[in-house]
């Protein structure tokens, strides 16, 4: 690594209309260095990495590239002067080819007949040339020429840093790249990460997880709304400190377990089929208990889930609830003896985002809170609404407040509280703590810990091992549609736990 | 942060007011040109040739806002008077009659519902495709024929005037709207159709049958059509296989002029109901005025497209603002 900056950030200021975005901030970036940039949401790293790129302009303070003053006018712009940024959402077009994408608005060109000058074609061996010998260079193996939808999402995110790299940029910023990527396919990018870093490259890279921060990054800013706090070597610094840093305040613990007694088997499932998803599953829940259910992506852990609460069919196999054997012809059904799931995706599945607090709340209560034709009483309804406001502490101005106006951590909790406003005894929660900042991930684990203490029952699906150890009382490890093994607390470890969901 | 919320209510407002005062500038402008259009009389004219747009327009208004459409309501409609014509030719029983005509079009309608919740194929297509097979039905059982000679009672059920003024279209509209519009804003039926109209997943992944919503409230709107007919009948006496042909475009039009978004989730039985005024005002003064159809559809069609690009601006600008605070 040289200690020579290739680019200075310095006392940069952007305000947005009501809000200071960013205050002072400044960080330099060494030539070959990975330099994290962390911070909870709301924090400004991605306001930052937007003028950086070029997407806002700043208000004050000034940018140096290579030692010159540097100013930009768009992401094209900064793709010339040697920066690329990769966005945590593909920004890639699903229907074209992967070499297609990756010369997507620069694509090698050639006369179309050696006298004719001014028309020109894509020059198509060219560009397959230059992209095979990236992917050599990452020591991928990628069909140039499959579908980029027909790709698993961490290829595509080698595409995303391929097509950065036929820019020949000096300079990449990684905007959450691990977000959707398991842990076998983080260990393959950090390898490219190493890849580039040794030829010479510098990266940002932003990112939630402050386990992979001391795995790949040299050294880490950390920015706490919109202000600079503190840039460190990552070797002088500790997971505890890095926290205390980004929220301000000591976290007592980012897993508030609370020990409960845990009583019978309540819930009981034998031998779940689905044609090609699930295989012969059996597993048990007891009273009171937190079972986690590991496993990689594509395991079948939520649609184990989406199975056990009938929001589809089972091909075979049984369920029993306090050892009566039950059976959900749809998921209404299972709500109403008391088994209740909340969506890994509240965006997509979780939450109506156009429409109030209050509607998505007692989404699940309408049976509840109306009369026989269907009309809501609108009292009960706002009883019910304040009680879980205040239950889980959602920060919202009002009721009526449309969700999508909220931040990531308070619309997770609304998605939440709308689970629990039907007093579930079972609670499968669907990766709830994925992309919400560290404060907010505490609350939520203080939330489950409460839940189980008050005789509820959950399973835990997650791929953040550290959670699962942290709060389950007993892991379930998912391979394939199978049941690959189970770990009681005392036992776990993360390498257990992998060494199953490989 | 308090204030987005405001500002959406008073945009919503906004668009309402909007409606009136076009509504208001028609109606003077007829009645500068046409003074009659000034008498109380003329107004009720209005609501006592709008009856079956009306029905419609209600009905629809439910589909739109789930983000889903039937093009076809009028060929429903026509399909339903032909087989109200033939069952009266053949049996001169009025009540059966008035039966078959409610169940064809109730059928007409669960078709279109039952395929729109059971398969991918869009509403858009899937409506197009059977209003011309509903079409095709009237013209195989019609042909050029003319159904006429229905009793006197069919009359009275659409064109009595209430103390000798008011039409008794009026009471069917004001009734149906009321009660649509309370389970609209206030039922858990609207609040879903809301929700499916943005996010239909999330509502099925509330415990929702999604799929019962969309065939009730197709099946509902194809009722209503068979409503139509018989009001519509009651109006012309007589069945033929060009009734219904323009309601197509009037009943989309009276909907989306009222605000519910094509997009879904956003929408009002209130918008839908000015915009049925609105239609009734221009198809009375045009005929006061001997204007012929062709300038009526003109007109219909330049205040469509001007109200949707006024709506899309709006939008537009709410969503910037909103982006800002």
Redesign the interface.
Known sequence: MNEKPILVIDSIEKS???VKALSDVSIDLRQGEVHAVCGENGAGKSTLMKIICGVYQPDGGKMILNGADYSIQDPNDAYARGIAIIFQESSLFPDLTVLENIFMGHEIQKPILSFLKSIKINDYPSMHRRASAIFERLGMDIDLDAIVSDLGVATKQMIEIAKALTFDSPILILDEPTAALTSKEVDTLFDTIRKLKSEGHSMLYISHRLDEIFEVCDRVTVLRDGQFIKTEDVAKTNRDELVTWMVGRNLDTLYPKIEVDIGDVIFEAKGLNQKGILNNIDFNLRKGEILGIAGLAGAGRTELALAVCG?TKLDSGELYLNNKKVSFP???S??KRGVD?I?EDRK????????SVK?NLT??L??KI?NF????R?NEEDLYTEDSIKKLDIKT??S???VE?LSGGNQQKVSVA?ALVIDPQILILDEPTRGVDVGAKSELHRIISNLASEGRSIILISSDLPEILGMCDRVFVMKEGRMAGEVMRDEMSQEKILGMAL | MGTVKKKSFASYLSHQVILVIALIVVVVTFGIIEPVFFKPRVFFDVFAIVGEIGLMALGLTFVITTGGIDLGVGYNLQMSGIVFGLTWATTQNLALAIAFALVTGTLGGFFNGLIVSRTRIPSLVTTLATMYLYRGISMIIAGSNNYAGFPDVLQKISTTRLFGFLPVQFIYLMVLFFILDFIYERGVLGRNLKGMGFNENAVIYSGVNTKKILLGIYTFLGLLCGMAAIVYLGRFSAAKTSMGDNMNFEVITAVLLGGTSTMGGIGSMRGTLIGIIIIGVLKKGFSLLNFSGNIYNFTLGLILILSLLLFSVMEEHKRVSSRKS
Do not use: C, H, T, W
């Open positions: 947005f209309p009501g929001l749809n998921y209404r299972a709500q799931y969506s997509a599945f979780g939450l109506v985002l156009e429409m509607v989404q699940k309408q049976p109306s034709i269907g009309i809501i609108r101005p009002d009526d407040f449309i106006n709308k």
